[in-house]
């Protein structure tokens, strides 16, 4: 559909915006705590999704039985929601964020935020470090929570970095750029003058039909590993994407009531994602 060149024909164009733009109101529903951050090549993904779907269709009937216990109208969508996903990818690839953005920079913050929380988790383990320091720590998708995070995360870090410097990767330019950031971040949200996007349009759409790809073929996964159970077989039809943000999405519930979840894990929010709360409130205020 999509070359490894990445040329796409008028026709395939077509194609992949008509089936984006038929589950477009359903992305646009996609509650934000449910968007899962792109951590994979969309296209790899879209292909694997794609190219299951023969095997998936040879299950119908069976997967028709029991559709009380996963949705078998996405599974019978998995088709459409890859072509939107590829579709949302090639608009993000043709519309490169602005640099310097209020979400670039919120991006290269969360960025951050998750090295420095790594090298935490390393401290916690050799006892160098009290995790207790970390109650505080949100790991949440907010600009403000982002940027709150990454103060907390570094003045933890600053406070042992002469005893630890040998035993992690950041560096003293890391804790400044942590500083740097967060100031940015808090100085931009506080300019009533500041212009700009909150959030960037092609980046939460990839994000919401990755989401939508991914949430129909976990639906297909389901109803698969249950009526091949005693097969054993359940990856022939449907082999694993491998999604971590899925995944961390899902630890992320239970992150607060979850005492071993690292501080890597609680501070791992979708990064192209970390607007989308404070956006839908701005929105949500000026209906």
Known sequence: MIDDSGFIDDDTRAELQSAYEAVLPELRE??????????????????????????IQSLRAELGGFG???R?????????????????????????????SLPALVEQ??????????????????????KQRFNDLDGGIRYEFVACDLLLIRAALTAIYPKVKD??????DDLLRAEELANAIFSRLSDPHATGPLAWEPAEMRCRAYTGLTRAYGEACRGVNYVRWHHEDAEEFTPDLMSR????????????????V???DAACAPLAMVALTLVSTKRGSAN
């Open 30 to 55: 996609i509650p934000v705590q449910d968007v899962a951050w792109v951590d994979q090549n969309v296209v790899e993904v879209a292909s694997v999704a794609l190219a299951a779907i023969p095997k």
């Open 68 to 70: 009380d216990l996963y």
């Open 72 to 100: 078998i109208d996405r599974v019978d969508n998995i088709e459409r929601y890859a072509k939107a996903a590829l579709y949302a990818d090639r608009a993000y690839r043709e519309n490169p964020e602005p640099e310097g």
């Open 109 to 130: 913050a969360a960025v951050l935020r998750v090295r420095l929380a790594t090298d935490c988790d390393t401290l916690i383990e050799d006892k160098l470090l009290d």
């Open 167 to 172: 035993r992690v990767s950041v560096t003293l």
């Open 245 to 260: 943000s899925l995944a961390l999405l899902e630890r992320r519930r239970f992150a607060r009531q979850e005492p071993s």
């Open 262 to 264: 690292s501080v890597r």
